[in-house]
T-cell receptor
Framework: QQQVKQSPQSLIVQKGGISIINCAYE??????FPWYQQFPGKGPALLIAIRPDVSEKKEGRFTISFNKSAKQFSLHIMDSQPGDSATYFC????????????FGEGTQLTVNP | GAVVSQHPSWVICKSGTSVKIECRSLDFQATTMFWYRQFPKQSLMLMAT?????????EQGVEKDKFLINHASLTLSTLTVTSAHPEDSSFYIC??????????FGPGTRLTVT
């Protein structure tokens, strides 16, 4: 069974601070590394994703870093805002498994005003 | 992003009854549909995967006769929870995928079985 370990389980940061969430995986066949954002009572939504041919991708305040040798990727939220308070999931995917996402346990982020 | 709808968004039913949840991809054709279940404070758990016109493939531990999935068209899939029990109370989320890499998620359906 695929193993995806996400940390921390919960995170509290002050407004304007940097939020960092990590994801470690075991399956070296994963070829798509997304982060999803989920608000209470809603379905997840893609936040940012990276493929293994690059080591970093930035979209606005959100950056995803990928370390292939360490089998880890992380989400960095710069200038964190109270509206970023949500649960974040990493969910790497292996194309040969029929594009099945393997969800991490989730990180509940709280950004205090 | 793509538009995905689920209906109903919230349903309460009595134990022993059946509930049908609809998932529609409004602006793209979903060749593959994933159905997830999420308990409070937990991650998403894949229940089954279906391709349009084919029988669904269920994950280990998911009863196929209890959770009936129909994916008869490229824009509509349904999940029917048969003979629902309180332990089936959960948040059910559909996730259609078209021909491209992206997999989208519906807004979810909150099922409460009393």
């Amino acid at each position: 069974q695929q193993q995806v370990k996400q940390s921390p389980q919960s995170l509290i940061v002050q407004k304007g601070g940097i939020s960092i969430i990590n994801c470690a995986y075991e399956n070296t066949a994963f070829d798509y590394f997304p982060w999803y954002q989920q608000f209470p009572g809603k379905g997840p939504a893609l936040l940012i994703a990276i493929r293994p041919d690059v080591s970093e991708k930035k979209e606005g305040r959100f950056t995803i870093s990928f370390n292939k040798s360490a089998k880890q990727f992380s989400l960095h939220i710069m200038d964190s805002q109270p509206g970023d308070s949500a649960t974040y999931f990493c969910a790497p995917r292996e194309e040969t498994s029929g594009s099945r996402l393997t969800f991490g346990e989730g990180t509940q982020l709280t950004v205090n005003p | 992003g793509a538009v995905v709808s689920q209906h109903p968004s919230w349903v309460i039913c009595k134990s022993g009854t059946s509930v049908k949840i609809e998932c529609r991809s409004l602006d793209f054709q979903a060749t593959t549909m994933f159905w997830y279940r999420q308990f409070p404070k937990q991650s998403l758990m894949l229940m089954a995967t279906s391709n349009e016109g084919s029988k669904a493939t269920y994950e280990q531990g998911v009863e196929k006769d209890k959770f009936l999935i129909n994916h008869a068209s490229l824009t509509l899939s349904t999940l029917t929870v048969t003979s629902a029990h309180p332990e089936d109370s959960s948040f059910y989320i559909c996730s259609p995928r078209g021909g491209a890499a992206e997999q989208y998620f519906g807004p979810g359906t909150r099922l409460t079985v009393t």
